[in-house]
């Protein structure tokens, strides 16, 4: 089954696009939706949480569902950039108000997830670390019970240590249940820990879509001369490194044999993501490659 | 596994009743974000480690796959695969729901001889049987032949040995 199935789907602000992608997304995995600023990664989990409607073009949830229909409503929490939590109210307002939103919010996971994290509920969130805000929105979103987690740059405002305990909490949760998570971020070392498959958008269109163990052993880094490199048949350049007469090119093959003559390395994730922002900036709009 | 497993989970509550609280594991690991290594490496070389030095002895827990999740806040999976290599290396025997418990240790032997032992097992004697047919009961069989041979030969040995020096 499919969490997320995106066809045509476009998005335009004041006749600038901002999202124009098909893309379809598996259930049961912890997806890193990467890309530069504007590249469409917020419109897309807003889309998806029913928030905003597209210009064109179609997105489903578990293969059928709209975004905004009651079942998923139940079935998906977002947690938003700007979390969504207001400042007068205390915490066990909060959890109300929620409870008076959401028809599937069990109170007492709320309840119990913030008391174990020694967060008074008598607290006003304006008195809340920006760590325990977050750690507050995750609590309201997981009280749904949910299957899907869409989460829209939880940790950019937050300290190392705040940082890693929300991700911890979520992993924990996907740990202890089958809930699929969407994660957006610019860390790098944040998203490789707690990933299993990476979304690649730059320019609103896809780069990368797959498994980040297929991206790992489908990408190398080949130290070459530039004509060299371009003389491999079946070869994807990813990245030309042009500072030095040899230098470190980024190759996408399926098949290593095709690399024996040359000296090659294995690049991490942030490498190989690195190397198709560069690349997708220097083709501007140009489409370069989506991994199967 | 399923006997080996078994075994190893009641050895586990045998010590358990004599001194060691086997309900937690007595390891934890720690992540190097800068080692260049995959976070599941991370975890296999440090688990071998502690055996090797004897920080996790046979019948003890590996840490429950949750409790490292929250410690290093990494994805679930990357665990499991760091317990299932483990458990192909025959260190652990793993069931859902129970635990993780540590077989064997690489104690006597060291991991680049048992590398090599395995390797040359494998590319000689086995894919010879294999390419003869064999199957793995036949392979076994002749194997456990060969081992109750050996100390036999050993023996005969000592006795020419000590015929000689008498």
Request: glycine share 6%; aromatic share 4%.
């Amino acid at each position: 089954m499919n969490l997320l199935t995106a066809q045509n789907l476009k998005k335009s602000y004041k006749g600038k696009e901002v999202l124009n992608c098909n893309l379809s997304l598996p259930v049961g995995k912890v997806i890193a939706l990467v890309g530069p600023n504007g590249a469409g990664k917020s419109t897309l989990l807003n889309i998806a949480a029913g928030l905003v409607a597209p210009t064109s073009g179609s997105l489903k949830m578990f293969n059928s569902f709209d975004p905004g229909s009651d079942e998923i409503r139940s079935r998906v929490a977002f947690v938003a950039q700007d979390v969504s939590l207001h400042d007068s109210l205390t915490v066990a307002e909060m959890i109300k108000v929620s409870g008076c939103l959401n028809r599937s919010f069990t109170a007492d996971i709320a309840r119990q997830r913030i008391a174990d994290l020694g967060i008074g509920l008598k607290k006003k969130v304006k008195e809340l670390s920006g760590g325990q805000r977050a750690q507050v929105s995750l609590s309201l979103a997981l009280a749904k019970n949910p299957d899907a987690l869409l989460l829209d740059e939880p940790t950019a405002a937050l300290d190392p240590l705040a940082s890693h305990e929300f991700l911890a909490s979520v992993m924990q949760t996907v740990a202890e249940t089958e809930i699929s998570v969407i994660f957006s971020s610019h860390s790098m070392s944040d998203l490789a820990r707690v990933s299993d498959f990476v979304t690649l958008l730059a320019h609103g269109q896809l780069q990368l879509n797959t498994d980040i163990d297929n991206v790992l052993s489908s990408h190398w880094l080949v130290r070459s001369t530039v004509s060299d490199i371009n003389a491999v048949d079946d070869a994807d350049i990813i990245d030309i490194d042009t500072n030095a007469v040899v230098g470190f090119h980024l190759i996408r093959s399926e098949d290593e044999s095709k690399l024996r003559s040359f000296e090659i390395s294995k690049p991490s994730l942030e490498q190989i993501v690195l190397a198709y922002l560069r690349n997708s900036r220097s083709h501007d709009l140009k489409q370069v490659g989506e991994v199967k | 596994m399923t006997p080996t497993l078994w075994y190893a989970i009641y050895l586990s509550m045998e010590i358990d009743k004599v001194s060691r609280d086997v309900s937690e594991s007595p390891i934890s690991f720690i992540l190097d974000g800068n080692s260049g290594q995959p976070t599941y490496m991370q975890i296999v070389q440090q688990t071998e480690n502690a055996l090797r030095l004897g920080h996790l002895q046979i019948g003890d827990r590996l840490p429950r796959v949750k409790d490292v999740v929250a410690g290093l806040a990494i994805n679930p999976n990357t665990v499991l695969k760091a317990y299932r290599e483990l458990e192909s290396r025959g260190y652990v025997a793993g069931k859902q729901g129970i635990g993780t418990f540590v077989l064997s240790t690489p104690a006597g032997i060291e991991l680049k001889h048992y590398v090599q032992l395995q390797k040359s097992l494998n590319e000689g004697w086995l894919s010879e049987a294999r390419s003869c047919g064999l199957d793995n009961e036949s392979i076994l069989a002749i194997i456990q032949n060969a081992l109750l041979a050996q100390p036999i030969n050993r023996e005969k040995v000592q006795t020419r040995q000590d015929r000689e020096l008498a």
